[in-house]
């Protein structure tokens, strides 16, 4: 295991170039996710605030 | 030309939105597996180099995500294209979508190079070689896309002038891949692509093409995770998406 680890003293430059791909792929994983959340949290407000648009038009006018 | 019916479906935001659906889970499932097994062959399985010794491992990553960061280049620039020439905004959302992985893995590409070429060729960073300023160039490429876009408030002219410096920028991805050839430098030639016999043994070139796979799945399903997203947002107002919503919700 610490065999694995130290990489014949190049651990230090192995690990982390690995680090930093794994840490750009969950990076990415979690843009999109939360990119994904927000737009549908703002597709459905924007159902919530057309609703009532439509209906008290035409009572304000009579 | 008369493009076949089934042609116009990618054009569709809802059959696009819903193939993306039911296609991302699985893309994850394969690249995450391919990544896996790859990285852990390239690190524990195969034996160490005879010459570069155990920092050769790098090189189970870095042309990969140097390949991705191009291949997300060329996919920006032919759907920016697309959307300029045709006017298909599902097109755009595509240049889009591709832009964020691309820079990112260029990123990656640029830093795992520079942490190989220290022990390797004994610097981090050598100005005079081609192939890293021109992945460099890359990088700045897909920002200034990005913050190109992020300079107008209407999302068509964002889309309509960003697609023309997708599209000229392309020009910069053969240069990156043959510059190897053109100019005598630090890089070393190329491996794989070679045509005839590459010139790895296969022991290395199992993980080696498991990994390419593995980045190649991972890049798409990244990228149709953020055009679920992106689409998302362009149809915020659209029928289609509110009875869907409608429909989850009840």
């Known amino acids: ?62 | 030309m008369k493009l076949p019916r089934w042609f116009h479906l990618f054009g569709s935001p809802p059959f696009v939105y819903r193939l993306a659906g039911t296609l991302t889970p699985w893309l994850g499932i394969v690249a995450c597996t391919l990544l896996i097994v790859g990285a852990y062959m390239g690190l524990a399985v195969v034996p160490p180099d005879a010459v570069q010794g155990e920092v050769y491992r790098i090189l189970y990553i870095h042309p990969q995500t140097a390949y991705v960061s191009m291949m997300a280049y060329v996919v920006m620039a032919i759907t920016a294209g697309i959307g300029y020439i045709w006017r298909i905004k599902l097109a755009h959302a595509v240049a889009v979508s591709a832009a964020p992985i691309g820079a990112s893995f260029t990123f990656a590409a640029l830093v795992s190079g520079s942490l190989w070429g220290r022990p390797t060729w004994g610097t981090y960073w050598e100005w005079g070689d081609p192939r890293i300023m021109f992945e460099t160039l890359l990088l700045f490429l897909f920002l200034s896309y990005l913050a190109l876009r992020a300079a107008f408030e209407d999302r068509d002219k964002a889309d309509r002038v960003s697609a023309i410096l997708a599209v000229v920028g392309v020009v910069n991805v053969p240069i990156i891949h043959y510059s190897v050839l053109w100019w005598n430098t630090l890089h070393q030639g190329p491996t794989i692509s070679k045509l005839g016999s590459p010139s790895m043994a296969t022991e290395f070139l199992i993980p080696f093409l498991i990994m390419v796979a593995g980045f190649t799945f991972c890049f798409y399903w990244l990228l149709l995770s953020r055009l679920k997203a992106e689409i998302v947002e362009r149809e915020r107002d659209t029928r289609w998406l509110q009875d869907a919503l409608q429909g989850g919700r009840s």
């Open chain 1, 1 to 62: 295991m610490s065999e694995l680890l130290s990489m014949g003293g190049e651990g230090a430059y192995v690990w982390p170039a690995y680090g930093i791909t794994l840490a750009v792929i969950i990076f990415n994983v979690w843009a999109a996710r939360r990119k994904l959340a927000n737009a549908l949290n703002d597709a459905r407000r924007s159902t919530a605030a057309e609703q009532p648009r439509s209906q008290p038009k035409v009572r304000q006018l009579q």
